[in-house]
Every structure is written in structure tokens, then in C-alpha cells.
């Protein structure tokens, strides 16, 4: 058995280098490519980018997704502002995608590209293409490996401990000792651990809590619900769960629901993350607690911002200039209010 899983693992890098590799070399060929380049522009890590047509290529992760799209309609509204169109390679959750479609995006003469990328660990690649063809390119949100030129993104750990400090506000005076679960997003998510350890380093210092297990929710409401009855079975006096996901949020409401632990002394708090649709209206039912709402529509403008201030030789100011890392801050979102994203 074991050696049937290690065999596929191997497989399975072994078909990510061959991506890689192969865009790579697709890359050598685009730096002796000309271009219609308008200006002419020195980064300051001597990057020299060159505008051509006034196009941005946006790589998005999945438009199936609200978050996506709303991430998507920030980009298409900056972009409108100062004068660009925008063209989009839907990756659908898709490495392959990823690769190809984004080397399609650089060889359509764009100026600028925004990668929201499936596997980060794909990217240096891409990277070196979008370079080699004078293009800058500015991550949005997931994860970033490479030597890329900006990567915007929610402020994940900051909006982890902000859920750490509601709960304790929240249940801080009860007496006794208060039970935590937490579930995670799949392992290896950047943001995920980034959300959980805020969560957890700022739980810690506070008295009275206990965190009695970290599970993996798989990114869904399914794997929400079933970690979420796991949970419920393990430690019958649990009173918080905090989700890394809105989805395994509402999975989580849906198990609580079933056990009938959304009312009552029994009540079950649940925090989420995202602030999406579905979420929302569970909030405002009160049937969850509340989730770290991210602005997507504000991430997306931000990375066409930056872009356009990298292609103009423009200095970013950024939140961890080190990391070349832009941070938008969240918005904590409670039955207080709840009105306020409801139009």
C-alpha cells in the first residue's frame, strides 16, 4: 500500500517538472522575440519592463467561484480606469492551466500579468517567461514562489487573530474552560496556515480556552460537516469552532444544525473566513457567529495598481517591502453589522 502512494507522488512532481520544464523552454524563445513596445521602464531589482499593447492578462484560479469573480470585476475596474482591457485564462483549479494559460496570456502582447495561481511551487517558471518578455508580474493572493515582482493579499494572519479576540470577547467570561476546534484548509495552503496560526498564537494568550483539534476541512462544506461531526463526537462539550473557509464554516453550521447545537447553553459559536454569499445570510439567520470578511473587488484593483506602478517604474509602497508582499486588511462580520453587505 505504501509503496503505491509514494510511487504516485513521484509521478506526480515528475509531471509538475515536466510543466515546468517545458515552459521554461517556450520561455528561451519568447527573450529573443521582438515587441511593439511603447516605453521603456528600470524596476528597481533591474527588471526592465516595456508597455505594449494596453492589455493586462489576468490568471485566475477558478470564476465558478464568487471570490474569483469577484476578484476578477476589481481587476476589470482599475483596469477600465486607466484606460486598459483586460484579458482572463480561467485556470479552473487546473495546474496544467496554470502553465499554459498564462504563457498564452504573455506571448497576446500584454503589458502586465496578474497570476492568482492553483500551485504556487509552478510559478518560478512563468515568472521567468513573464521577465524575459519585459512583462511585470504581481501575484494575487493563494501563495507566491519566484522572484516575482509584487504579491497582494489579504492580511490572513491579522484577520486570524482578530477572529481569536472576538471569541474571547465573546465567551472570555464564561467560567470554565472553553473547547476549540479549528478546521484547516488543505495542507500545504499558504493563506490556511497563515489564518490558523493567527487564530491559535492569539487564543493562546488568552485564559480559559483550550483547543482540542486542528482537522483538515478539505477546502468544503462536506469536508466541513464531516470534520465538524468528527469533532462533535470526540469532545461533546465543544463551544467554538473557527474555520480557515467560509465553506467549511457553513459545513460546520449544517453538522451543528443536524446535532441540534445552534441553540440553547449547548450553542456552538462558528466563525468563518472570506465573507461570502452563502455565510453571509447565516450570519444574518444566526445561525453562524461570524466570519473574516476579504475584499476581493479591493485585491483585484490593488494588483492593477501595482502592476501599472511596476510597468511606469513607479516605487510600491509595500506592507513587507523584504517580501515585496501588499496586505489588505479584512473586515470582522457579526450580527452588528451584518446590514452593511446586504444592498
Partial sequence: ???????????????????????????????????????TTKHGNDFTFKERNKIIG???????????????????????????KVVV?????????????SMNLINQNISALIVSPVQPSALPATITAAHNAKIPIVIGDIGAEGKYDAYVLSD?????ASAAE???????????????????LHPGSAVGEDRVNGFVDKIKKYSGFKIVGQLNG????????????????????????????DPEAEGAVQALKQAG????????????FNGDAPALELIKKGEMTATIAQHPVDLGKKTVEISLDLLKGKKVEFTDSAKKVYNVPTTLVDSNNINEYFK
Wanted: positive net charge; aromatic residues 6%.
Fill in 89 to 101: 485564462s480561467d485556470q479552473k483549479g487546473s495546474q496544467e492551466t496554470q502553465v499554459s494559460g
Fill in 166 to 184: 472576538y471569541v474571547n470577547k465573546k465567551l472570555g467570561a464564561k467560567s470554565g474552560t472553553k473547547e476549540i476546534g479549528v478546521i484547516e
Fill in 218 to 245: 478539505d477546502d468544503s462544506v462536506d469536508g466541513g460537516f464531516k470534520v465538524t461531526q468528527s469533532l462533535l463526537a470526540a469532545n461533546p462539550n465543544i463551544s467554538v469552532i473557527f474555520a480557515a473557509n
Fill in 1 to 39: 500500500m505504501s509503496k503505491k502512494v509514494n510511487n504516485s507522488k513521484i509521478r506526480g512532481k515528475m509531471k509538475a517538472l515536466s510543466i515546468i520544464f517545458a515552459v521554461g523552454a517556450m520561455s528561451l524563445g519568447l527573450a529573443a522575440c521582438g515587441s511593439q513596445a511603447t516605453s
Fill in 58 to 84: 489576468y490568471s485566475t484560479y477558478d470564476l465558478k467561484q464568487p471570490y474569483w469573480q469577484d476578484f476578477e470585476k476589481g481587476i476589470e475596474q482599475a483596469a477600465k480606469k486607466e484606460g486598459y
Fill in 156 to 160: 490572513n494572519k491579522g484577520g486570524g
Fill in 261 to 272: 447545537r445552534l441553540e440553547g447553553k449547548k450553542r456552538v459559536e462558528v466563525i468563518g
